[in-house]
């Protein structure tokens, strides 16, 4: 028998046809279970006061550590020492959490982990449609029908329906791994077909945008547009960045980690255009005011934008345009103008498989001629507009 480490779980070859054990030569009781498809989980096995055999579920390994799963089985296996029975106690414990109960902790222990505007959109969902509909249930009786349910009176609205699925899903997951129910119930529920949206502007549209864009150079929200056109930023990365995340003599944007979708730092050369814009940005800074677009509350960034987007897509006759569509735009013009998806990916701060993509910023100047290609585009654009 083993003594199980995370190296020996770890290192244990799945049987194919079923599903194998493991048992701990130090700590008695305390075990592995290893399924065919390689998931691993953490156990306790004992005799209730009955001589009944049991089992207990501690956790999956990769949601708890080795030494947290020993840890628990410690205790657990001390408290049948003393009478008690750890499964009876958690078919108990089980019935009392309700959905308010996950929603909170959910909320209260994972949403640090999320980005803020996605923590947004769950407390949303929660508030508008999961608690509503329910709210009302324990966590251990919701059922699986429930959820499909809910997911079907959703149908009209497939994006937002099989958001819901997925964020009960996470919720769930949760759930099983604090010990609140054994499954669950909402995974492998099938989701609609989304219908990708996909809008970009093309040379008329992006012509018509800059003309009015230009026709408001003292208007902050105006730079928030063109930079994101430029840049090809996400909203949130722009309205957050300050003054010393930019080397504006290299020509870099040096985003922090905690500014980018996937938490790591990233190096983004800009265009010859994006330095004027930013230049012209630093003219009417005042002070030393942290944030690149700053709000109207000292200290804080400029929040709304939506309002002025509205009125520049009415001026420049524009429907159906998102603010991240400029995101789109600003890839779409750059694939059509024969860059490789590797390098606009690079430049987006798309996830790399590669290795190498730690070392993107040592290999700039390729980077930097891609990003010269839309700000030359626009200017092109807009000498044709003047002829």
């Not at 937002?160 to 009960?168: D, G, K, P, T």
């Not at 730690?358 to 891609?370: M, S, V």
């Amino acid at each position: 028998m083993p003594n199980i480490t995370k190296r020996f779980v770890e290192s244990i070859t799945p049987d194919p046809h079923k599903l194998s054990q493991y048992w701990d030569t130090s700590l008695k009781g305390f075990g592995v279970i290893v399924l065919p498809s390689g998931r691993r989980t953490y156990c306790i096995q004992y005799r209730n006061q009955h001589r009944v055999v049991k089992r207990l579920k501690i956790g999956v390994h990769g949601q708890v550590t080795t030494e947290e799963a020993r840890a628990l089985a410690r205790k657990h296996l001390a408290s049948i020492t003393h009478g008690e029975d750890p499964v009876q106690g958690k078919k108990q414990a089980q019935s009392l959490f309700s959905m308010q109960d996950l929603a909170r902790d959910y909320i209260e222990r994972h949403g640090q982990k999320k980005r803020e505007k996605s923590l947004k959109e769950d407390q949303k969902l929660l508030r508008n449609i999961i608690m509503p509909s329910l709210g009302s249930l324990k966590v251990a009786h919701v059922s699986r029908r429930d959820i499909e349910s809910l997911h079907l009176r959703l149908k009209n609205t497939p994006y937002q329906a099989n958001r819901v699925v997925a964020l009960l899903s996470k919720m769930f997951s949760l759930a099983v791994s604090w010990g609140w129910r054994a499954d669950n119930p909402a995974q492998g529920i099938e989701k609609y077909q989304e219908e990708k949206r996909d809008r970009w502007l093309n040379d008329e549209e992006l012509q018509r945008l800059w003309s009015v864009l230009d026709k408001y150079s003292e208007n902050l929200t105006a730079y928030v547009f063109k930079f994101l056109l430029l840049t090809g930023a996400r909203k949130g990365e722009a309205l957050q960045a300050t003054w010393d995340q930019f080397d504006l003599e290299k020509g870099l944007w040096i985003k922090p980690a905690h500014l980018t979708k996937q938490k790591k730092k990233e190096y983004l050369p800009l265009s010859d255009k994006t330095l004027l814009l930013l230049e012209a940005l630093k003219k009417r800074r005042e002070g030393t005011l942290p944030y690149l677009f700053p709000g109207k509350k000292v200290g804080e960034p400029l929040k709304e934008v939506k309002k002025f987007w509205g009125t520049v897509l009415k001026q420049a006759n524009l429907k159906n345009v998102r603010i991240h569509d400029l995101r789109h735009t600003h890839a779409s013009h750059l694939v059509s103008s024969g860059l490789s998806l590797s390098i606009v990916g690079k430049l987006l701060g798309h996830t790399q498989a590669s290795t190498t993509q730690r070392y993107a910023h040592l290999a700039d100047e390729p980077l930097r001629k891609a990003t010269d290609v839309f700000g030359k585009k626009v200017d092109q654009l807009m000498s044709e507009g003047k002829e």
